[in-house]
């Protein structure tokens, strides 16, 4: 199973970004997805979470500015990030749970994909 994180790059403060993450490879289903960020010397935080059903959940950070969306028949997970500030500038990282019924049998995350907010 692999994650394949793109959409990231470089925007100027007050920009717009939309990150995409597709995942790929043999799964009995996909339950939560998500996307996490980690700026250099800090811990990896949440910046949003999706369930299979569509509710949603955000950091902090990511409240009013971003947007988290999927795909279920493309096992896409999409970010949609408006009014970046440079404080967003990170390397973010997508995931997958992999299910089977109510168990969660694996997380799967995909490479970075780095985010540079100029100011």
């Known amino acids: 199973v692999q994650l394949q994180a793109s959409g990231g790059g470089l925007v100027q403060a007050g920009g717009s970004l939309r990150l995409f993450c597709a995942a790929s490879?043999?799964?009995?289903?996909?339950?939560?997805m998500g996307w996490y960020r980690q700026a250099p010397g800090k811990q990896r935080e949440l910046v949003a979470r999706?369930?299979?059903?569509?509710?949603?959940t955000y950091g902090d950070s990511a409240k009013d500015r971003f947007t988290i969306s999927r795909d279920n028949a493309k096992n896409a997970v999409y970010l949609e990030m408006n009014s970046l500030k440079p404080e967003d500038a990170a390397d973010y990282f997508c995931?997958?749970?992999?299910?089977?019924?109510?168990?969660?049998?694996?997380?799967?995350w995909g490479q970075g994909t780095l985010v540079t907010v100029s100011s």
């Open positions: 995931n997958a749970e992999e299910t089977l019924g109510d168990i969660i049998l694996q997380t799967y």
């Open positions: 490879g043999s799964m009995f289903s996909i339950g939560d």
């Open positions: 999706i369930t299979s059903g569509g509710r949603t």
